[in-house]
């Protein structure tokens, strides 16, 4: 069975960062694309950062700069240091692992809070 377990969030003010993990089980780790995305109430899932074994991160606009995706293949974790933190950033952080449209699995994701 397949567990993916984010920590880290937290409350922060502007300006602050945080360090998110999120550690899974169950899978070959290094086989899949790792994903950060967040979701704010109201508000639709978007797409943080993305980074597959061996490639290049890829992250949304309005994270660039600020924030850096990594993984560990040994700890079967991936991680996503957020910097610059602003109140807009504010939301549930989810992981997410996959190969395909068949085969991915998500967290349960982790509380952001953002105060300014």
């Known amino acids: 069975q397949v567990h993916l377990v984010e920590s880290g969030g937290g409350l922060v003010q502007s300006g602050g960062s945080l360090s998110l993990s999120c550690v899974a089980s169950?899978?070959?780790?290094?086989?899949?694309?790792t994903d950060w995305y967040r979701q704010a109430p109201g508000k639709q899932r978007e797409l943080v950062a993305s980074?597959?074994?061996?490639?290049?991160?890829n992250y949304a606009d309005f994270v660039k700069g600020r924030f850096t995706i990594s993984r560990d293949n040994a700890k079967n974790t991936v991680y996503l240091q957020m910097n610059s933190l602003k109140p807009e950033d504010t939301a549930v952080y989810l992981c997410?692992?996959?190969?395909?449209?068949?085969?991915?699995?998500w967290g349960q994701g982790t509380q952001v809070t953002v105060f300014s």
């Open positions: 980074k597959s074994n061996g490639g290049s991160p």
């Open positions: 169950g899978i070959v780790f290094a086989n899949y694309v």
């Open positions: 997410t692992v996959w190969k395909n449209l068949d085969d991915d699995y």
